[in-house]
């Protein structure tokens, strides 16, 4: 198994609400890895939970950390990152 992780920074004026979080934790659980998430220098959370999504209150400018371990980590972790930064 692979690990990929990457870190990119919110654009959302309003950081990662209720209708990004379900779509991120969606395609997280949709993709078969272990996915966590973490706001730079926070604890990470499971990122198929869209409240622990939530409950990292992310805003607008704060640096996000995105883990991905399983098959395709690469590909997926990047597919993720384009679901945040997107929104």
Known sequence: MAIAIRTATV??????????????????????CAVTIAKRGGNAVNA??????MGLGIKQGDTIEIT???DNAEAVTDNLVSTLIEN
Do not use: C, K, M, W
């Open 48 to 53: 198929g939970s869209i409240l622990s999504v």
């Open 11 to 32: 654009n959302d004026p309003v950081g990662i609400h209720a209708r990004p979080a379900a779509e991120f934790a969606q395609a997280a659980t949709a993709s078969g």
């Open 68 to 70: 991905v371990n399983g």
